[in-house]
Nanobody, 124 residues
Framework: QVQLVESGGGLVQAGGSLRISCAAS????????MGWFRQAPGKEREFVATITYNSGSTLYSDSAKGRFTISRDNAKNTVYLQMTSLKPEDTAVYYC?????????????????WGQGTQVTVSS
């Protein structure tokens, strides 16, 4: 069993930057593909970014590409999402997820473990 806890969310002005973290416990995530999703009020949870177990490959949504960077530190059992040039439409609860299957994952049902989320609010 893997427990995931997100942190680092908060209020930031448009154009600003924020780094959110996902700390795992219970077992090492070094063999897991990790992902970030987000859910805005009244909307479906959507894919943001994913990274393979060895950081060999990453994939981003169109809205995140060029502005967000996913990374991981397996020694710390932690995954990060660096967000820059933030926009009000990035406002959402951001969720970390882990999947046992090898390979990048963009679908919610491809993930086995989820965190509780961290709120990111971008003011205009």
């Amino acid at each position: 069993q893997v427990q995931l806890v997100e942190s680092g969310g908060g209020l930031v002005q448009a154009g600003g930057s924020l780094r959110i973290s996902c700390a795992a416990s219970g077992r090492t995530i070094s063999a897991y593909t990790m992902g970030w999703f987000r859910q805005a009020p009244g909307k479906e949870r959507e894919f943001v970014a994913t990274i393979t177990y060895n950081s060999g490959s990453t994939l981003y949504s169109d809205s995140a590409k060029g502005r967000f960077t996913i990374s991981r530190d397996n020694a710390k059992n932690t995954v990060y999402l660096q967000m820059t040039s933030l926009k009000p439409e990035d406002t959402a609860v951001y969720y970390c997820a882990a999947r046992r299957s090898i390979g990048l994952g963009v679908l919610r049902n491809g993930y086995d473990y989820w965190g509780q989320g961290t709120q990111v609010t971008v003011s205009s």
